[in-house]
């Protein structure tokens, strides 16, 4: 096959002209901002998934459209490599440079990466594009597939679907089926099917009901929710609400829910007592739970404590099966200080805290038998090894103990219900609620296990948020200089008190991230810190306010 560079060429200046002179960054999750900047650069990302699917000899790799729990006016890009995983960091600067350069340069940016990585250019490659559903991913769909079309790439389009389902399809496409069928039926079929095998006929157990409650954020989740249910034959009670009636993640989503620690909009007021509510993000790849105690208080539960759940979970099913399989959990700084004491001191399991961004947390669990990760936002999977899987398998197989045999048919089901390619919102609470229906739990009970340490989570815009630079996986900021100490200084007032900041890859603002001992003590330790990072850091806009009249909400 010939391909002629001139048309790179040809496509930007007719279609994709480059009107932006600002440098971007591939950032924690790809390329984001708002969507009518950024045709350019998915028509740029097009070309690129077509030369990582040629140095991967033809393999499948995916384009996501989506800007996850970004507001409505925005947009972005995730590229998925062939097993599933985010884009190679060495490609991340690729990426970078290739959407920076100019439209004239671009024809000879494209030809200098194919020569210095030694690309074979006249081979067949293929590329997997889908979008959520915010109303400029079809225009954007279209740059990324004229991209492919532009370097003779093969482009399938699988229209509206989550980031997750992404994931899914390209690793079953690789993996020539063997984890699944790459299709939206096949995807369903495989999650509802273990699902349904494990829970069978008996919908309650103990303190277990069958009833919850989702926030589909106006996104993607709550539109694939609706066939999950079309397709479930009653086995999970689930109302659905913000199924797109509103804008994109505006007051609802997991986001809002973890941020603002309140119930989001567009579900009923007085949700009745203990009842499972759940959250998922814009594009359905975070989750996490809620409910209202008996008090009528606010009660969240985010990644942390589904990562607890599981661990412990899984833990049993290991033991139940005779095996000894290493486990580990994956964090990052975001994670409740309680959460990681309540991992070391009760579950005895071995714990990592890696940078923000799933990427650094789906790397780190491959090192284990059985990794799981989550952020404390609600992003998060569990991996297994082969091997682990190889052990389960032949026990299902080979025991001749009807406990043992049935504990190995379980786990079966159990790694066909987790979508192992990425975390994903939908799999993730089938997950929590076939746990939680196996212990009998109501979401009380799992609440109870441990107690969170109050926190906050603040956005603070400066002039440039690059200028804060981590280190320690984001647990020390080491520029600008002096930032470090003073935040030392302030959190030593307070009992149990951390706090870090560290600018975010999806938004154009720095994070500050807070908890302490008891919620006034973290509200005004968020406050302090606030108040040295708009100094240090060059803020703009309105300064931090104090507690009193800013944080109003609960925790
Ligand atoms: C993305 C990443 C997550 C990360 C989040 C926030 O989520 O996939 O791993 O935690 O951004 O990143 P930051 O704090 O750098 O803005 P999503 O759901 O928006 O794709």
């Known amino acids: 096959m010939s391909v002629n560079l001139r048309t790179v060429y040809a496509f930007a200046r007719e279609m994709y002209p480059k009107k932006v002179n600002e440098n971007i960054n591939y950032g924690t999750a790809g390329f984001r901002g708002e969507a009518k900047k950024l045709e350019y650069v998915m028509y740029r990302m097009g070309l690129l998934a077509t030369l990582r699917s040629r140095i991967k000899n033809?393999?499948?790799?995916?384009?996501?459209?989506?800007?996850?729990?970004?507001?409505?006016?925005d947009n972005g890009v995730k590229l998925v490599d062939p097993m599933g995983e985010m884009l190679e960091p060495k490609w991340e600067k690729i990426a970078t440079e290739l959407v920076n350069v100019s439209d004239n340069e671009l024809e000879s940016k494209v030809a200098s990466i194919i020569k210095e990585l030694n690309i074979d250019i006249g081979t067949h490659c293929n590329v997997y594009v889908g979008m959520d559903n915010r109303y400029h991913s079809p225009i954007l769909l279209k740059a990324v597939a004229d991209g492919v079309i532009a370097l003779k790439g093969n482009v399938k389009e699988f229209g509206?679907?989550?980031?997750?389902?992404?994931?899914?399809?390209?690793v079953c496409a690789n993996t020539k089926g063997s984890y699944g069928i790459p299709t939206e039926e096949g995807y369903y079929k495989k999650i509802i099917g273990a699902f349904e095998s494990i829970r069978g006929n008996q919908l309650e157990n103990g303190n277990y009901k069958n009833r919850l409650m989702f926030d589909g954020a106006n996104g993607v989740g709550a539109r694939k929710m609706i066939q999950f249910l079309k397709r479930m034959n009653g086995s999970l009670n689930c109302e659905i609400f913000n199924k797109g009636e509103g804008k994109i993640n505006e007051n609802c989503g997991a986001d809002f829910v973890k941020v603002q620690q309140k119930v989001p909009n567009g579900m009923p007021e007085g949700i009745e007592a203990n009842v499972r509510c759940v959250s998922v993000d814009g594009d359905a790849d975070r989750v996490v739970y809620f409910f209202t105690d008996s008090n009528g208080k606010f009660q969240l539960l985010d990644g942390d404590r589904i990562a607890t759940l599981v661990a412990n979970y899984l833990m049993s099913l290991v033991k139940k099966c005779g095996l000894k399989l290493k486990m580990g959990l994956v964090q990052t700084a975001y994670a409740n200080g309680a959460s990681t004491d309540y991992i070391v001191n009760e579950l005895k399991v071995p714990v990592s805290c890696v940078s923000t961004g799933v990427k650094h947390l789906h790397h780190k669990a491959l090192e284990y038998d059985i990794g799981i990760y989550f952020e404390a936002n609600g992003h998060g999977t569990v991996v297994f090894s082969d091997e682990a899987k190889e052990m389960i398998k032949s026990i299902s197989e080979l025991s001749q103990n009807p406990e043992q045999k049935n504990a190995a048919n379980n786990f079966i089901d159990v790694i066909n219900l987790i979508n192992e390619t990425v975390g994903d919102a939908i799999s993730d609470m089938l997950l929590v609620e076939t746990i939680l229906h196996s212990k009998g739990w109501d979401v009380r009970e799992w609440f109870d296990t441990y107690t969170d340490l109050p926190n906050k989570l603040l956005k603070i815009k400066v002039q440039d948020r690059n200028v804060i630079v981590t280190a320690d996986a984001e647990r020390i900021c080491v520029k600008p200089e002096g930032l470090q100490d003073e935040i030392?200084?302030?959190?030593?007032?307070?009992?149990?008190?951390?706090?870090?900041?560290?600018?975010?890859?999806?938004?154009?603002?720095?994070?500050?991230?807070?908890?302490?001992?008891?919620?006034s003590d973290v509200d005004q330790l968020a406050y302090e810190v606030s108040q040295v990072v708009y100094k240090m850091a060059g803020g703009t806009g309105a300064e931090p306010t104090p507690p009193e009249t800013i944080y109003n909400s609960h925790i």
């Open 58 to 73: 033809g393999q499948v790799i995916g384009v996501m459209i989506t800007a996850s729990h970004n507001p409505e006016p």
């Open 160 to 170: 509206i679907i989550t980031t997750p389902m992404m994931h899914y399809f390209v």
């Open 488 to 519: 030392d200084k302030i959190t030593s007032n307070y009992k149990r008190g951390r706090s870090f900041v560290r600018p975010s890859g999806t938004e154009d603002v720095v994070r500050v991230y807070a908890e302490a001992a008891t919620k």
